[in-house]
């Protein structure tokens, strides 16, 4: 995905990017880049498979929530910064928490908030079952299985927010019993699935909400 499809894929998102958001989405690729030879960040590092693989792939988001509406985020695990960072310089509007268990990610992140010139987002070494704020929407790409996940965060969740999870195919992973599972505590809104574009590869989007006891 060069630049230009960037730009028209995510205008299909609803997203009109700024000069200065495609800027530091840009700077941000090659802190990834540079911070990728010291530590072990992604195994994905040329140009359109950043863009189209990470940086679009986390703003699919959107197709299931309405993100100038929402005041504070957290991502757990968020790793090389999917989706935390490329949220926060296309809704500067958010607040948002990064949540990572290794701490030289967390140098890693905390160097590209400061190049960046980020506001209100941190990133924070610790895990999130240790972790006792709580967000209105919290998101996870690529961390876990989804019963997992559910321990991992929902105690993140505030009443009635919602738990996004960024996932590839899920048509193993949650089954009828699964699905009966999350909604005895909770509420299975809706699991949207999709294509990225270009390559075609399968996205899920699982959306849990919170609800009021």
């Known amino acids: 995905m060069t630049e230009e499809e960037f730009i028209d894929y995510i205008e299909r998102l609803g997203i009109t990017p700024t000069k200065e958001q495609l800027n530091k989405l840009n700077e941000f690729y090659f802190l990834l880049v540079e911070w990728n030879k010291k530590i072990n960040l992604t195994r994905i590092t040329e140009k359109k498979e950043v863009y189209l693989k990470h940086f679009y792939d986390s703003l699919t988001i959107v197709k299931e929530i309405d993100l100038t509406k929402v005041n504070t985020l957290c991502d757990v695990g968020t790793g090389a910064g999917f989706p935390g960072i490329v949220l926060k310089i296309f809704y500067p509007n958010l607040k948002i928490t990064l949540l990572d268990s290794l701490l030289k990610r967390v140098k890693y992140l905390q160097e590209v908030i400061t190049k960046l010139n980020l506001d209100n987002i941190v990133a924070i070494h610790t895990r999130a079952e240790d972790y006792h704020e709580t967000f209105d929407v919290v998101t996870a790409r690529?961390?876990?299985?989804?019963?997992?996940?559910?321990?991992?965060?929902?105690?993140?969740v505030k009443t009635n927010g919602k738990f996004i999870a960024l996932k590839g195919n899920i048509e193993e992973e949650i089954t009828e019993n699964v699905k009966n599972k999350i909604n005895k505590k909770y509420k299975l809104t809706k699991i949207?699935?999709?294509y990225l574009p270009i390559e075609n590869s399968h996205r899920s989007l699982v959306v849990i909400e919170k609800k009021e006891i």
Do not use: C, G, R
């Open 142 to 156: 690529a961390v876990a299985n989804i019963e997992k996940l559910l321990k991992y965060t929902m105690h993140l």
């Open 192 to 194: 949207e699935e999709f």
